[in-house]
Nanobody, 117 residues
Framework: QVQLEESGGGLVQPGGSLRLSCAASGNIFRLYVMGWFRQAPGKQRELVATINSGGIRNYADSVKGRFTISRDNAKMTVYLQMNNLQPDDSAVYYC???????????WGQGTQVTVSS
């Protein structure tokens, strides 16, 4: 089992910034993909950004140039720095951890991000 602890959501004005954190613990594997997805009311859950154990990053087109995903391997923590936030970024953000060797994945409980004036 893997446990994911998320933090960093909140309310911010348009143009503002937030940083999300997700710490993984438990039966962590060396080969993984870890990242963030989001789900707005009435919409499907969508990929925001991921980073794999080799450091390769992947971003949704809608966040490129505004969001940056990074990691601290020693802490097994992934960060999502979100800049120039817009109302369309409002959603529940979910951390995801996938163990490539087993092909299973885990979700965090979600953290709300609201962008509003």
């Amino acid at each position: 089992q893997v446990q994911l602890e998320e933090s960093g959501g909140g309310l911010v004005q348009p143009g503002g910034s937030l940083r999300l954190s997700c710490a993984a613990s438990g039966n962590i594997f060396r080969l993984y993909v870890m990242g963030w997805f989001r789900q707005a009311p009435g919409k499907q859950r969508e990929l925001v950004a991921t980073i794999n154990s080799g450091g390769i990053r992947n971003y949704a087109d809608s966040v490129k140039g505004r969001f940056t995903i990074s990691r601290d391997n020693a802490k097994m923590t992934v960060y999502l720095q979100m800049n120039n936030l817009q109302p369309d970024d409002s959603a529940v953000y979910y951390c995801n951890y996938k163990r490539l060797q087993l092909g299973d994945a885990y979700w965090g409980q979600g953290t709300q991000v609201t962008v509003s004036s």
